[in-house]
């Protein structure tokens, strides 16, 4: 045999296995994508979670401002009622006031406690979401890691474990789209 048929035989070797490769090559694209979309919607997640947390907390402020109010309301309609006044009717009208001021904020308070209630539901359910897709992006970059080592090692088993890895990962970031 010839240099130059030894130079093309080999030419031609390289040539498949550059062809046997191109589904792995393919394989780690899909993947980087789907980890750049995974990554994107952990990161917005994670952003809707922080500010409904915000929300949650303005919410709870609000209610721990109109219960002061309330108390401070109890605490003047108790210093009347106790108190030695010069007019008792005017006193008692005030005093009358307040309470029926009082009845009305009772009711508010427990809209207020349990709107506060409802956004930090909604918070863990936005940090159970953002949970997933931190794992799914987790698996979905081991899978593209392993799929890699395929290309170096030119052995399809590392191909085939990380598109599993992939599947998992893709399956879990899924998931979070399906929780309530």
Request: glycine share 4%; no cysteine; charged share 25%.
């Amino acid at each position: 045999m010839e240099a130059e048929e030894v130079q093309e035989l080999e030419e031609q070797q390289e040539k498949a296995r550059e062809k046997s490769l191109r589904p792995v090559s393919f394989t780690m694209s899909v993947l980087a994508v789907i980890v750049a979309v995974t990554t994107v919607l952990g990161h917005r997640t994670h952003t809707e979670a922080v500010l409904e947390q915000a929300r949650a907390s303005d919410q709870w402020n609000l209610y721990q401002a109109k219960k002061i109010r309330q108390y401070d309301t109890e605490l003047t309609v108790d210093l009347l009622s106790a108190m030695p006044l010069r007019d008792a009717a005017a006193a008692a009208k005030v005093t009358d006031a307040y309470k029926s001021h009082l009845a009305k904020w009772d009711d508010d308070l427990n809209d207020e406690q349990a709107k506060a209630t409802e956004l930090e539901a909604e918070v863990r359910k936005s940090e159970r979401h953002a949970a997933r897709f931190d794992l799914g992006e987790a698996l979905l970059e081991i899978g593209l890691v392993i799929t890699s080592i395929t290309l170096l090692t030119r052995l399809r088993a590392y191909w085939y474990l990380g598109m599993a890895f992939g599947t998992a990962g893709l399956l879990i970031a899924v998931w979070a789209f399906l929780i309530r």
